[in-house]
């Protein structure tokens, strides 16, 4: 079992930079891949990036691809977002999540879940 708490939303500039973090508890984080989705006001909920748990491969949404990168740290039990060259349309809450079985940008292939937390661009 892996239980995410996400970190690290606020309010920034467009063409800003925002580090997000997902600090999940659980023995099983190192043998966990994670993912990141994000929902905007009226719009569904959408896959934004993964990391396979060894790290060894990442997974991006074409809308976000060279600018944001997913990292982890195993020993931190953490992962991070790192969200560059931000525009209006990345304001969303972020959520974390912990992948079960499945392809890693559908919903339903992730059995836990982060609280969300909010991210803001201002134009």
């Known amino acids: 079992q892996v239980q995410p708490v996400e970190s690290g939303g606020g309010l920034v500039q467009a063409g800003g930079s925002l580090r997000l973090s997902c600090a999940a508890s659980?023995?099983?984080?190192?043998?966990?891949?994670m993912g990141w989705f994000r929902q905007a006001p009226g719009k569904e909920r959408e896959f934004v990036a993964c990391?396979?748990?060894?790290?060894?491969?990442?997974y991006y949404a074409d809308s976000v691809k060279g600018r944001f990168t997913i990292s982890r740290d195993n020993a931190k039990n953490t992962v991070y977002l790192h969200m560059n060259m931000l525009k209006p349309e990345d304001a969303a809450v972020y959520y974390c999540?912990?992948?079960?079985?499945?392809?890693?940008?559908?919903?339903?292939?992730?059995?836990?879940w982060g609280q969300g937390t909010q991210v803001a661009v201002s134009s």
């Open positions: 999540a912990a992948h079960y079985s499945g392809p890693y940008v559908l919903q339903a292939s992730y059995n836990y």
């Open positions: 659980g023995r099983t984080f190192s043998s966990t891949s």
């Open positions: 990391i396979r748990w060894d790290a060894g491969s990442t």
